[in-house]
């Protein structure tokens, strides 16, 4: 079992930058890929980035809507992952959510194939 808890969400003007936390408890954090979602009001959830497990060598995926502006990491030995975010855009506003899969490796980008969520932190992009 793996309890995820985000901080570091806020409000942010239009170009500036934001970093989210996420810490896991629980043990053997660095086997799981750790993902990134966001949903904004009255749209589904959306995959943001996704860091792969450390036996696959911390590989990291992104929607094209972040790509470039937006950096995922994690520290196996914090227990976390992060999601640095940069040059923000007014329709990054969503609340965002980590989450932990079970699966192995490769690009993990859809919902259904997380298993462990956190409650989520708002991010509001002011323009």
């Known amino acids: 079992q793996v309890q995820l808890v985000e901080s570091g969400g806020g409000l942010v003007q239009a170009g500036g930058s934001l970093r989210l936390s996420c810490a896991a408890s629980?043990?053997?954090?660095?086997?799981?890929?750790m993902g990134w979602f966001r949903q904004a009001p009255g749209k589904e959830r959306e995959f943001v980035a996704q860091i792969s497990n450390s036996w696959s060598g911390g590989s990291t995926y992104y929607a094209d809507s972040v790509k470039g502006r937006f950096t995922i990491s994690r520290d196996n030995a914090k227990n976390t992952v992060y999601l640095q975010m940069n040059s923000l855009k007014p329709e990054d506003t969503a609340v965002y959510y980590c989450a932990a899969s079970r699966l192995g490796s490769g690009p993990i980008t859809v919902t259904t194939m997380y298993h462990y969520w956190g409650q989520g932190t708002q991010v509001t992009g002011s323009s």
């Open positions: 629980g043990r053997s954090f660095s086997t799981y890929p």
